[in-house]
């Protein structure tokens, strides 16, 4: 629709706005998608299949009783979380057994808390590729203190793995549960101790393979018969670790994302640029005929 003569500048203004202000929302809108897509998470494969289990168990005992001066405690709590193609399991486990005087006849006191993981470990159903393998990454943290009088206090932490692949028998039997690696760990005193292990290849011939991961904390303390003074066990003791497979293909790479400064500035200086073109565009306009 054309502008009268009697308002052609007031006209010619309106619509160069109205238009500036159309492509200035449309071009805002560009920028923010883009926004979006540079900081949206990047994709991540998995090699495997995984599946598995928690436990937990604490014992006490005191002999011949507890009492005042005597007592024995034991708590632990352990979790587990599947997550990207990982088994991560952690858990945290404090004991004591404490001990005051000998009695007559002596006392003795212990404390135990045990977690124990299991998973199962199974190729992809349209996996046609090359052996993988699986790597168990763990750390573990235990503080103890330990002393006694004419008595014995002792303690710490345990931890053992074991990887059992499952090898076919006969079709009939199916398959059968071998043992193919085993690790045993043991402190008993304060230690911070990190460190990766190679369970080795997982044949995707195999049925499946099974992980089991056993982490005990403990504490025992015992006094000597009317001599006995005291006896004192604390322990405190964390373990995580990662089960993790590796197929030898490299995953997609990420692009990688720009600082959020540099992004936003660089959004304002196309938005800019763009506002600068429209600008212009209206002032031409804006020029009486």
Not at 88 to 112: C, H, I, N, P
Not at 121 to 135: E, I, S
Not at 245 to 251: H, Y
């Amino acid at each position: 629709m054309a502008c009268p003569r009697s308002n052609g500048f007031g006209c010619l203004a309106s619509r160069a706005r109205a238009a500036f202000e159309g492509r200035w929302r449309a071009n805002a809108s560009l920028v923010g998608a883009l926004l979006l897509a540079l900081a949206a998470p990047p994709a991540v494969a998995s090699a495997v299949l995984l599946e598995g289990g928690i436990g937990v168990t604490t014992t006490t005992e005191c002999s011949p009783w507890c009492g005042t001066l005597s007592a024995a405690d034991a708590n632990i709590d352990a979790d587990s979380t599947l997550v990207n193609g990982q088994l991560k399991g952690d858990a945290g486990g404090a004991t004591s057994a404490v001990l005051g005087g000998g009695g007559w006849l002596g006392k003795a006191a212990a404390g135990t808390g045990t977690a124990e993981w299991w998973a199962t470990v199974r190729a992809p159903a349209d996996y046609d590729g090359d052996p993988f393998n699986l790597y168990f990454d763990w750390s573990l943290w235990l503080i103890s203190s330990h002393d006694a009088l004419l008595g014995q206090a002792e303690g710490g932490a345990e931890m053992t793995v074991r990887w059992y692949e499952c090898r076919p028998l006969t079709p009939m039997l199916g398959c059968f549960p071998f043992l193919t690696f085993a690790q045993k760990r043991v402190y008993s005193d304060s230690v911070l101790v990190k460190d990766v292990w190679d369970l080795g290849l997982y044949d995707a011939d195999v049925s499946y393979g099974r992980l089991q991961v056993t982490f005990t904390v403990a504490s025992g303390a015992t006094s000597l018969p009317i001599v006995g003074v005291y006896a004192s066990a604390i322990d405190f003791a964390t373990l995580g670790f990662t089960l993790s497979a590796d197929d030898g293909e490299l995953p997609p790479q990420p692009v990688p994302e720009p600082d959020g400064l540099s992004v936003a500035l660089a959004a304002l200086g196309v938005l800019g640029l763009l506002r600068c073109r429209s600008m212009s565009t209206a002032s031409h306009c804006q020029r009486p005929a």
